[in-house]
């Protein structure tokens, strides 16, 4: 992705604390000077706005102003991130995203923004693997009797998402491509509860999805999880093997970030990046943030940017051999 984009990133994570009060500029320096708002690009409930809410008073308290969430949701995320992106990028205005962010961008065919030039990386907050679903009735117990299955029987099975463009079929499209062109129907729904019922109901076989909407009702035994989207085994669902297993190098995960307004000064983004990654060390932090199916993963404003620009490159490339397209 766009060198501009990946230096100015890196020249904010070097930028020496020793400069830091000489080379920010006074409101910098005085920073922040009244509260800050948080906008989530989607309704209350969701694992953006649960995330928003879970830190946002500690990350208050430790810039000694309130965190105020502000729910804009609207086109995929489109509404929200579109007002961030023409916000005062004085750190006063910032945004949760998820790996969506990416998504829709690679899907959509036009959005009112630009991910990398109209937007600042601040921190990395979490990640987390997907779960692997299947119907109780079908015969495969770990994601290597999957593959093995599906490849013996081309085009007999179907797997479910919650839409076009979503992050089902993203990961089963990527887990289809990387095991060398898996031949299983894409079934979308217009959401994941009729995703999910129509796997119970045996009309679709596989469903690869969160953690929150899978373990529920794996609990009750309406359907089986098989495995985890991570490289290596993870907390979220540590009994389950990884699909890398069967397919080496297969990972797909989930990940929540906040960004700022292009502009944003580096010594705000420094001093944001610190008191974010203090807060997401504490233990009540990252207990709160893994019973929501995510692990804390502070980072650098650099990488996170490395890692929008890979993700992008990747998914891009995904969506056009697979022909993904959001509807």
Not at 182 to 205: E, S
Request: glycine residues 8%.
């Amino acid at each position: 992705m766009p060198a501009h984009f990946l230096a100015r990133a890196a020249r904010t994570a070097a930028l020496p604390l020793a400069l830091f009060a000489m080379a920010a500029p006074a409101a910098a320096q005085a920073y922040p000077q009244g509260p800050i708002t948080l906008v989530v690009p989607f309704p209350p409930g969701g694992s953006n706005d649960l995330f928003a809410r879970h830190m946002s008073k500690d990350l208050g308290d430790a810039l000694g102003q309130p965190i105020v969430i502000e729910n804009r949701p609207g086109a995929g995320g489109t509404m929200g991130a579109a007002l961030v992106s023409r916000a005062q990028p004085d750190g006063h205005t910032l945004m949760l995203v998820s790996s969506t962010f990416v998504t829709n961008a690679v899907t959509q065919a036009s959005t009112p923004f630009d991910i990398f030039k109209d937007f600042t990386p601040v921190a990395l907050l979490a990640k987390a693997p997907l779960i692997v679903t299947v119907n109780n009735d079908f015969p495969v117990r770990n994601p290597s009797e999957l593959v093995a299955l599906i490849r013996k029987n081309p085009g007999r099975y179907n797997y479910a998402s919650a839409g076009p463009g979503s992050l089902n079929q993203f990961s089963m499209e990527l887990l289809k491509s990387q095991a060398g062109g898996l031949d299983i129907t894409h079934v979308p729904y217009r959401g994941g509860g009729p995703a999910v019922n129509d796997m119970i109901g045996n009309r679709t076989q596989v469903y690869i999805t969160s953690a929150p909407a899978a373990l529920p009702t794996v609990r009750t035994g309406k359907i089986k999880a098989i495995g985890v989207t991570s490289l290596a085994p993870s907390p979220i669902a540590p009994d389950l093997p990884t699909v890398a297993s069967a397919v080496p190098g297969y990972e797909y995960q989930s990940w929540w970030a906040i960004l700022g307004p292009a502009g944003t000064p580096a010594p705000v983004v420094e001093k944001l990046n610190a008191a974010i990654n203090a807060v997401m060390t504490t233990p009540q932090i990252r207990e709160s943030f893994l019973r929501e199916g995510a692990q804390a993963t502070p980072g650098t404003p650099a990488e996170l940017a490395q890692l929008l620009s890979s993700e992008f490159a990747r998914f891009k490339k995904l969506a056009q051999d697979q022909h993904i397209v959001a509807q």
